[in-house]
C-alpha cells in the first residue's frame, strides 16, 4: 500500500517499486487543493486505486491499518 501514490513523489516512489516488480496499490484523497486540475491522476495498469482519506479508517480498511504512534495522521501495516 502506498499512501499518497498520485503525488508528485508518490508517483515517483510508485513508478520504482514496479520496476522492482512490487504489487502495489495507491491510497490517496485525490483533494483538489493538492492535486490540481480536478485530480485525474490514474494508476498504471493493474495497480488498484483506493480513493479515500489514509485517516478514515473504516474507508480504508480498518484491519490493514493501525494507527503510528506519535505521528498523528500517519499509518503504518497493523498484524
Given at each position: ?33 493538492v ?8 494508476p498504471?495498469?493493474?495497480v ?32
Amino acid at each position: 500500500m502506498l499512501t499518497g501514490g498520485a503525488g508528485f513523489i508518490g508517483q515517483h516512489v510508485l513508478a520504482a517499486l514496479l520496476r522492482c516488480r512490487h504489487s502495489v496499490r495507491v491510497l490517496d484523497s485525490l483533494r483538489p487543493d493538492v492535486h490540481r486540475g480536478g485530480g485525474g491522476w490514474r494508476p498504471p495498469a493493474g495497480v488498484p486505486l483506493i480513493v479515500t482519506d489514509v485517516r478514515d479508517r473504516r474507508a480504508a480498511g480498518q484491519r490493514q491499518f493501525t494507527p503510528w504512534p506519535g505521528r498523528e495522521g500517519g499509518v503504518t501495516p497493523g498484524h
